[in-house]
């Protein structure tokens, strides 16, 4: 029998077991779902490893639990941190200049996008634009005139889906 083979027939033999078992330790069936499919990933990671040991669903188990605990402690800490520090600033909401921003790089092709962001918000050279994107510098030059030419087109009185602008939007990209 192969380990997938091996593995599939621990898997079906096992998984309701462990999934009432750990729905009984952690007291909300979400949390025993995640946590049972987390051990199980684990499982077939190691399955070789697992599969010797005495009682491979006793591992599982315990390994279960322990995402559980972790999971628990991180809230614990995260509850314990917004105590010490209180809760987050309030964050403005965006202007409708970033909003209608957003909404022309949407229609804009991916390169050209990822270009522009990465040149103008990031603030990288063309050649690091160039190195990031694995492209030729020239290559970036061009997407930027494009992307930058289509997003003057978009970001006119109309907006993005302004249907006086996506033939010319068309025409650009």
């Not at 987390?38 to 279960?64: D, F, G, I, M």
Request: a neutral charge; aromatic letters at 6%; glycine letters at 4%.
């Amino acid at each position: 029998m192969s380990n997938a083979d091996e593995f599939d027939a621990f898997y079906h033999a096992t998984r309701q077991r462990l999934l009432h078992q750990m729905y009984a330790m952690t007291g909300n069936l979400a949390d025993a779902q995640d946590c049972v499919q987390e051990a199980y990933a684990r499982a077939w990671q190691h399955w070789t490893h697992v599969a010797e040991h005495a009682n491979p669903e006793a591992w599982l188990r315990t390994v279960a639990w322990r995402i559980a605990a972790s999971r628990w402690r991180k809230i614990k800490n995260g509850i314990a941190a917004m105590a010490r520090h209180g809760p987050p600033a309030h964050s403005p909401e965006p202007s409708p200049d970033n909003v209608a921003l957003v909404a022309a790089l949407k229609e804009i092709p991916e390169a050209q996008r990822r270009a522009i962001v990465l040149h103008h918000l990031v603030g990288l050279s063309v050649e690091e634009v160039a190195r990031e994107m694995s492209v030729p510098s020239g290559t970036i030059k061009a997407r930027l005139s494009r992307g930058r030419a289509a997003l003057a087109v978009l970001l006119r009185e109309g907006g993005p889906h302004d249907e006086s602008t996506t033939e010319e939007t068309e025409h650009v990209r």
